[in-house]
């Protein structure tokens, strides 16, 4: 992670049609900054590897999970990823492997494709397992969005971590920019 000081941190989260995982991730990981005190200094976007919701909110159960939680994603309009966005983001979040491999391939250059991680290698339990992907839920229950809020909430943790110690900035909840 290396970011220019003179502009917020920026990162992007990533799953395949920007309904489901990666608004819910763009949600939590925007929140647990904002508690940390890195809420005004780092920018969280989402979007899908395919445009086919392009233009859609949340899926209703991606927002009841939420809801449920105390978050609010009801702004979230999903958005494709374009390959220019690599100029303007310091990590692509994927949420699993083959959202990774996606935009491994759409990647303009090595320095790009150094900037795509997954998300879950924040969890250092996850990453110890070896099981780094987010399943996706669409085609599951309540339950499945639940499960996949809790890896995320789990991940965000370990990111928010990174971030502190890449921008060196001391735990400051009044700075909180909510």
Known sequence: ?????SRPFRLCVVCAGNICR????????????????L???????????????SGEPADHRALAALTRRGYDGSA????????????????????????FADL?????DDDA???????????????AAEDTDVPDPYYGDDDAFEQV?????????????AIRDELSQPLDPDLAGR
């Open 1 to 5: 992670m290396v970011s220019d000081s």
């Open 22 to 37: 990666s608004p819910i991730a763009e949600t939590v990981i925007r929140s647990r900054l904002a508690d940390a005190g």
């Open 39 to 53: 809420g005004r200094l780092v920018v969280v976007d989402s979007a899908g590897t395919g445009g086919w919701h």
């Open 76 to 99: 979230h309009r999903a958005r494709q990823f374009r390959r220019d966005w690599f100029d303007d983001v310091d990590i692509v979040l994927a949420l699993d492997r083959e959202n």
């Open 104 to 108: 491994y391939a759409l990647a303009p």
């Open 113 to 127: 494709r150094a900037r795509i991680q997954l998300l879950r290698s924040y969890d250092q339990l996850a990453l």
């Open 149 to 161: 809020l809790v890896m995320i909430e789990t991940a965000a943790d370990g990111l928010v971590e």
